[in-house]
């Protein structure tokens, strides 16, 4: 018979007497007093020395009246308070940004480090399964900082030996409902190191209204509507793919119509053409004039115009071949943007098998082969499985806005990109607070991003019809 003492673990032991137990006593070793007093004391020094690192602006507010009530009394430190209160309160209010961004962020972070994230930090690690608990000792991940701004926490962590990326992304749930907020997001910041986002709030709850259109003409990123963090949201077209996927009603429109919106002054100026297909005739066909002659609705047509570009495309690339291998719109070979909407109806429900087989070849080749002459391909699409739409993968950027089901995600947007965060299957339905919200992968960067397009009314249609009437541009080579 065997027992066993707490902490220790008797195995291969066997006993020739029955009903003997067998004892294992460990070695005790005595640890001298000055010993464990100096190691407490450099611990504590490290401790504070990290503390003061990493939070210096609250700490001197935390330790300032200390330090005055202790000098001079508590009546010159209730007047220092109240005129150090009165002067950041000025401060604040004429300047916030500068206020917020030396002074305000620190002290939030340092609050929420402290009574947020170190408070909780021990339960939510043990229970979501991220630490561990051994033989009476915790074995954690290490809270590194707590950096604040506008709309988010950002957590730096240092992962135990042995854990990987994956075990946090599975775990998202459990961190942000840990921490009380709406969600967590998982980016690596370097090897062995990763940054935890938590949002506070949602600065894309509501509608943006139509982008002003730019007053040079451009064809670098267009600026489409705003990321979570406030900054502008602009869209790379030329040099790359784009596929959007969305369920019905959740903004597809408002993507394509920023696009075109942003690059109207390049397309007067003729360093760019587009060119548009409408099998559904419900979205583009409101703005047909702004296409020229380059707008397609019946499918036939739309094969037409395809197998147009590829022929341009080929073209190009006869010419371009030893010469250049990077495309400079000109008048002479602009850049010329091929917009499809609702692509699944030319690839997937198209019934004539010769129109659907002519289609998918155009499309395969322009996405091939396409960006490096000039010739972009946009795609709006609502089912993205991939019997649906089968060169979702030739689309180095991806936009997954409101989908239907999780698993949809990472269709669209690659394997592990719901796990990191990009729950596009939770966008609200509801299109005021929903609609044209979606997550950005970028092919430079698998981490994915929140965005918001803006909302292009109908009547900012019309205003762009009447402002640039017959599109504009060059017909080209």
Known sequence: MLRKLPGDEVKGLVSTTPDTAVVFRPAVVSTPVIVTIVLLLARLLVSLVRLVWRHPIALVVAAAPVAVC???????TVAAVCMTGSALAAWASLDRPSFAR?????????WRWVWVYRWHWQPVMIVSGLGRHLRGRDYLPTLIKVRCDGWADHVTVKMLHGQAVKDWADRIEHLAHGFGAAGCRVSVTRAGRLCLTFPRHDPLSAPFPAVPMPGAATVGPVEIGTCEDGTPYRLKVHGTHVLIAGA????????LW?????????????????????????????GRELFGG??????????DLLEAAVAVMQER????????????????????????????????????????????????????????????VMAALQDPRKEVMSIRNLFPDKIALRLDESEQVDMVL???????????????????????????????CPDPVRVRAAYVSDSDIRTMVAAFPSGGGGEGR
Do not use: N
């Open 70 to 76: 202790w000098l001079y009394g508590w009546r010159i």
């Open 294 to 303: 380059r707008y397609a609705a019946d499918p036939a047509d739309c094969a």
């Open 102 to 110: 030396l002074v305000g962020w620190r002290l939030l972070a340092w």
């Open 317 to 376: 690339a006869d010419r371009y071949a030893g010469v250049q291998r990077a495309h400079v719109p000109t008048v002479d070979d602009p850049f010329i943007l091929v917009i499809v909407d609702e692509v699944a109806f030319l690839t997937a429900y198209q019934s004539d098998k010769h129109l659907r087989v002519r289609i998918v070849a155009a499309l395969a080749t322009l996405t091939t082969q396409g960006r490096a002459v000039g010739v972009g």
């Open 414 to 444: 690659g394997d592990g990109a719901r796990d990191r965060g990009a729950l596009a299957d939770h966008i609200s339905p509801i299109p005021e607070r929903g609609a044209g919200v979606g997550y950005v992968r970028l092919e430079t």
């Open 258 to 286: 920023s696009v075109i919106r942003g690059l109207l002054p390049a397309v007067r100026a003729g360093l760019v053409q587009i060119w548009a297909l409408d099998p559904k005739r419900m979205e583009l066909s409101y």
């Open 248 to 255: 019905t009603g959740s903004g597809k429109g408002s993507y």
